[in-house]
């Protein structure tokens, strides 16, 4: 898997039925993806939070050099934005303490650090029993289901696993026309469903993976 910034659905619930994760360091690292993006669902719509990073060896960066900007007052912009999206929301209030302590303090110099820190908070919430380990070399993709490096993406003409299922719906606090906005972060479905979060995404990821299921 690629790293991902409060993942999308579709990459939490690939999470949710494995039981490790190598999570890709050594890549060439793309922009326009989920590793330093989210995307919420604001009372102006959808919307997304990136992190500004910089390149350290510019396009030849690899994932795991990434460093995130100093420059930018972004974390208070970030939590004002989740904070205002979510205030009405069910769990807000549940997992606030979970979640703003993240933005108030200096963040690592590394983008991985800040995403694997915020990922095993947040899937040790949900309650999966999971071990994370990093790539210390780049592999080519081997061309079987486990290699998921590439299947998640903002961009829609590359999203074509999540857009091809039926995510059921639940209640979301600016649900606009036609009323249920699938495949966003996992904090909208955290503050909008709280407990029963893992449950979904469990359900989810035995219907997208089955090739993960053994028993």
Not at 14 to 32: D, I, N, R
Not at 35 to 49: E, F, H, I, S
Not at 74 to 83: D, F, G, V
Not at 91 to 109: A, C, K, T, V
């Amino acid at each position: 898997m690629s790293t991902a910034y409060f993942p999308p659905l579709d990459y939490m619930s690939a999470a949710s039925v494995c039981s490790s994760l190598l999570v890709e360091h050594h890549e060439t690292y793309p922009k326009q993806t989920w590793r330093n993006r989210c995307r919420l669902l604001t009372a102006n719509g959808v919307l997304d939070l990136v992190i500004p990073v910089v390149r350290p060896s510019g396009r030849h960066s690899k994932t795991g050099e990434v460093l995130i900007s100093s420059h930018l007052p972004w974390q208070k912009q970030h939590w004002r934005t989740i904070a205002s999206a979510y205030a009405n929301a069910p769990f807000f209030l549940f997992y606030e303490d979970l979640i703003r302590p993240f933005y108030f303090r200096p963040p690592p110099p590394l983008l991985t650090e800040w995403n694997d820190t915020l990922f095993l908070e947040i899937s040790g919430e949900l309650g999966f029993d999971l071990e994370v380990r990093h790539s210390d070399h780049f592999r080519k993709p081997e061309g079987h289901g486990m290699d998921l490096r590439y299947s998640f993406s903002p961009k829609a003409r590359r999203n074509i696993l999540a857009d091809a299922f039926q995510w059921p719906a639940y209640p979301q606090v600016f649900s606009p026309p036609p009323g249920f906005v699938p495949n966003l972060s996992v904090v909208d479905l955290l503050f909008n469903t709280g407990p029963d979060a893992g449950t979904y995404l469990q359900a989810c990821g035995r219907e997208l993976f089955p090739q993960f299921i053994t028993g």
